[in-house]
């Protein structure tokens, strides 16, 4: 059995999963991943990672919400989530926020951009080391 930290990476953009992957297995770390919130809850359910990646912004069930349900479920509540969003502080058209994700139960919060790969395996493995 192997002593690797696995992390359940979700996200809709296929290009920053294969760069999140390439970065995380760079670490040491194994990874899984998922495409959209439903997907996220079913990969949860049947293997739990060590940790979740978990973008705000996705089609069907959204990171809040996967968020939520996952803190709500004893079984699943002490895994650390690390929520990613887009969403500019200032941007008011859109029903997502930050203080939406600051209100959850999420272990941290990380704005997502291009450059932001070190920044999300930074957290991750501070968010394993508590």
Request: glycine share 4%; proline share 5%.
């Given at each position: ?90 941007v008011t058209s859109t029903r997502y926020s930050h203080q939406d994700g600051m209100n959850l139960e999420a272990d941290d919060y990380i704005p997502k951009g ?17």
């Amino acid at each position: 059995m192997s002593d690797k930290k696995r992390v359940l990476l979700v996200d809709d953009e296929p290009d920053l999963i294969a760069l999140l992957k390439k970065r995380f297995k760079k670490e040491g770390f194994d990874t899984d991943v998922a495409y959209d919130g439903n997907e996220a809850i079913e990969k949860v359910a049947a293997n739990p990672p060590d940790a979740i990646v978990l973008d705000v912004m996705m089609p069907d069930k959204d990171g809040y919400q996967v968020c939520a349900e996952l803190k709500a479920d004893k079984k699943y509540e002490d895994i650390p989530i690390l929520m990613l969003t887009a969403v500019a502080d200032h941007v008011t058209s859109t029903r997502y926020s930050h203080q939406d994700g600051m209100n959850l139960e999420a272990d941290d919060y990380i704005p997502k951009g291009p450059d932001s790969t070190d920044e999300i395996v930074e957290a991750v493995k501070r968010l394993l080391a508590k």
